[in-house]
C-alpha cells in the first residue's frame, strides 16, 4: 500500500518533529533533544551548582560553549575586574567549566563575545538545529533556520544534565514581508515595525516564521537582528528558511561540515522550509516598501513609530490600560505628545548588542559618520560583538573612522544593552540605543532609551537628535 | 519542591501592564551567584517611591501579587521568579504571562495563575475597597477566591499536575535515559560539535 501524502508542515514542525525524543501523552509535553547549548556567567552558576548537589554530570559537553559577555568590562579588559561581585561571577564561570569539561572564550581570548554573536561566527549554529541558552536572545540563532529560544536557569540545569527539554509545541505565525526595502530602511526597522504592529504579547506561544522578498534579501546579519527582536514581540522564537545566503554565511566556518559531511549537510538544509500548502496558526504581512525608519518613544519596545511622525497622543491608545501605560511610558520618558521624534535631542548613542553589533551593523554605522562630526553634548559608545568582530573592523580601518568621529572604541561584550558593567547611562540621560530593550532602567537607574537601527544611531550621532540618514544629506 | 494545592494569603493590587523582568529585578543584582537573598531587588526601583503598592501598609506582607496584563516580558533571568519568592510571594496572578516568565515560575513553585481580566480587576476593586483582604488560590478547583467573589483561573495541566506533585523535572526525565541514549545514537553526524575546538 502507497503511504499516504505526507502532511504539509511548517519549517517550525519540521524541526520540532525530528527534535522529538518522547512524545507527550495525555497532554503532557514533548521531550526535545537539544543540539547546542551556549552558557554565559550570569544564569548559570546556580544551575552548575544544582548539578554538583545532585552529583548529576554535564551529559554532552562537546554540546556545550561558554564565554563571557553580560557582565565584563569592555575597557581595561586585562586589568582585574574591580566589582568584587562582578569578578566572583566570571571566575565561578572559568571554575564551573574546567571541572566539567566546557569549553570557554574568556574576556581577552580571540573568540570571546556576545554569546549570539559568537555561536553564528564559529559556525556552530546550523539550520535545524535546536539551540537554548539562559538568555531570551537565543531567538537570534533562528535566523539560520534553528529552533533557538531563552530559557531560565532551572531549564539551564535540566539541559544541562539530559540535553533535553520538556516543552509543549509552540503554535506557528507567519511574518511575511512583501516588497523591498528603501535604502537607509534596515532589518532593524521592519522588526520594530512588527512588534509596534503585533504588539509585545502578540508573539506569545509562537514561533515566527519570518519570510518574503524582504527577508530573502536580507544578509545573514540582518535575519539575525530580525529573529533576535522576537522576543521583543513575546515569541520564544523566530526563524527563517535556510538559503543560498546562509549557505554561503557558513561555509568554510570553524564548526561547519566539511567535505561530503558538507555535501550531506546543505543537501538536508535544502529540505527545510515550510511546504506549500502548510497551515500556519496565525499570519501578520507587512509591506517592506511602505517601510520608513522605525524608532521607539516609550518604555516598552512595542511602543514605536516612524521616524518621520510625533510622539504619539495616549488619548488615541486602545483600551484604559494602554492609555495609563502610554502616560506612564511619556511621564518616564519626559516627552510630550506631539513632539516631532525628529526634535528629540539625545545625549549618548550606543552601537552594539546582540542585535545590532555584527560587522556589517559597524561598517553601515562608520559608512555614516566618515568625515563628518558629532554633534556638541553628544557621546558615542561603539561596542562590537565579538572579539573577532572587533578584530575586522580594525583590519577595515573602521576603529579609525569611530576614533577620529570621537567615538569610544570599546572591547567585546553586552555592555550598555543591560548596564550589568559599569556601561551605564546616568538618570535622566537620553540614548539612542541600537539594543533591543528601551524598558525603564534598562540602561541604567533613570536612564531613557529610544531602540534605533545603526544607520539612524550613527546620523543621531552626527546631529544629535534623532535622524536618519537622509536627513544628512537634506542639511 | 514543596508541593502546593492550595495557597492563601494577603494580595497586593499592582495595577500595571508590561511589568517586565528589569522592573522585577533590574540587571546590577544578577551577578550573585545564588538562589537566594534576592529580597531587597525585588522591583527595586519602583519600591523607592512611598506610594509603591509594596510599601503601602496592608500589602508589605502580601504573598499574592494581582498584576495587569503582560507580565514577566523580556529577559529570561530566572532571578525574577527566585526575587519574588525571597520576598514572600507564592502567586501571580495575571491576565496573560511571558511565557519565559511563566516557565520559570512552574519550575520555581511560583504559581503563575492566569485570570481574565476582566476577572482581575473585579479582584483589584475587591481588594481596594478592603485593603489587606486574602486572597485563596486553589489548584484542585482551579479558582480564585476573594471574600464572596471567585474567578476561574487557568494553568496548563503539566505544570499543575507538577506543582501539586511537587516533582522535580530532571529527575521525570531521567526516566527516559534509554530514549534519550537511543535518539543520540541516531543523530547525523554533520551535526556540530564544540569539542575538540576548530579554527
Known sequence: ?475 | MEPITTHTGVAAPLRASNVDTDQIIPAVYLKRITKTGFDDALFSAWRKDPEFVLNQEPYRNASVLVAGPDFGTGSSREHAVWALKDYGFRVVISARFADIFRGNSGKQGLVAAQVDQQDVELLWKSIEENPGTQITVDLEAMSVSCGSLTVPMHLDEYTRWRLMEGLDDISLTLAHEESISEFEGGRPTFKPKTLPAQS
Not at chain 1, 404 to 433: H, I, K, T, V, Y
Open chain 1, 1 to 475: 500500500m502507497a503511504d499516504a501524502p505526507a502532511k504539509p508542515t511548517t519549517l517550525a514542525e519540521k524541526v520540532w518533529n525530528e527534535h522529538r525524543v518522547v512524545e507527550g501523552q495525555d497532554g503532557k509535553p514533548d521531550l526535545m533533544y537539544i543540539d547546542l547549548h551556549l552558557l554565559h556567567e550570569v544564569t548559570s552558576p546556580q544551575a552548575f551548582e544544582g548539578l554538583r548537589l545532585a552529583g548529576r554530570r554535564l551529559r554532552r559537553p562537546d554540546l556545550t560553549i561558554a564565554t563571557e559577555d553580560h557582565n565584563t568590562p569592555t575597557q581595561d579588559i586585562f586589568a582585574r575586574i574591580a566589582d568584587e561581585t562582578s569578578r566572583k561571577q566570571i571566575e565561578t564561570l572559568r571554575a564551573n567549566a574546567e571541572e566539567f569539561g566546557v569549553r570557554i572564550h574568556s574576556l581577552g581570548d580571540s573568540e570571546q563575545g556576545i554569546v549570539h554573536v559568537v555561536g553564528p561566527q564559529l559556525g556552530l549554529t546550523q539550520p535545524g538545529t535546536t539551540v537554548v541558552c539562559g538568555d531570551s536572545h537565543t531567538s537570534t540563532h533562528g535566523a539560520f533556520g534553528a529552533l533557538a529560544f531563552g530559557i531560565g536557569t532551572s531549564e539551564v540545569e535540566h539541559v544541562m544534565a539530559t540535553q533535553t527539554l520538556s516543552l509543549a509545541p509552540f503554535k506557528t505565525m507567519a511574518i511575511t514581508v512583501n516588497g523591498h526595502l528603501k535604502p537607509g530602511v534596515t532589518a532593524k526597522d521592519i522588526i520594530l515595525a512588527v512588534i509596534a504592529k503585533i504588539g509585545t504579547g502578540g508573539g506569545q506561544g509562537y514561533v515566527l516564521e519570518y519570510r518574503g522578498s524582504a527577508i530573502e534579501e536580507l544578509s545573514m546579519e540582518g535575519r539575525m537582528t530580525i529573529c533576535n527582536m522576537s522576543i521583543e514581540a513575546g515569541a520564544r522564537a523566530g526563524m527563517v528558511a535556510p538559503d543560498e545566503t546562509t549557505f554561503e554565511y557558513l561555509r568554510d566556518r570553524p564548526h561547519a561540515p566539511k567535505g561530503e559531511e558538507w555535501d550531506r549537510a546543505v543537501e538536508y538544509w535544502r529540505s527545510l522550509k515550510t511546504d506549500e500548502g502548510a497551515r500556519f496558526d496565525n499570519e501578520v504581512v507587512l509591506d517592506a516598501d511602505r517601510l520608513e525608519p522605525f524608532v521607539t518613544w516609550g518604555t516598552n519596545p512595542g511602543q514605536g513609530v516612524p521616524l518621520s511622525e510625533d510622539v504619539p497622543d495616549p488619548a488615541d491608545a486602545g483600551d484604559e490600560n494602554a492609555r495609563a501605560n502610554a502616560e506612564k511610558a511619556l511621564a518616564y520618558m519626559d516627552l510630550e505628545a506631539g513632539t516631532p521624534m525628529k526634535e528629540i535631542r539625545v545625549d549618548t548613542v550606543f552601537l552594539g548588542s546582540c542585535t545590532n553589533s555584527r560587522i556589517e551593523d559597524l561598517r553601515a554605522a562608520a559608512a555614516i559618520i566618515e568625515g563628518r562630526t558629532m554633534a556638541e553634548n553628544v557621546r558615542m559608545m561603539v561596542v562590537p560583538g565579538s572579539a573577532r568582530v572587533r578584530q575586522q573592523a580594525e583590519e577595515e580601518g573602521l576603529d579609525k573612522v569611530f576614533k577620529d568621529f570621537g567615538a569610544d572604541w570599546r572591547f567585546a561584550g553586552c555592555s550598555m544593552c543591560l548596564g550589568m558593567n559599569p556601561d551605564q547611562l546616568s538618570p535622566g540621560e537620553r540614548c539612542a540605543s541600537t539594543s533591543n530593550r528601551n524598558f525603564e532602567g534598562r540602561q541604567g537607574k533613570g536612564g531613557r532609551t529610544h531602540l534605533v537601527s545603526p544607520l539612524v544611531a550613527a546620523a543621531t550621532a552626527v546631529r544629535g537628535t534623532l535622524s536618519s540618514p537622509s536627513d544628512l544629506i537634506e542639511s
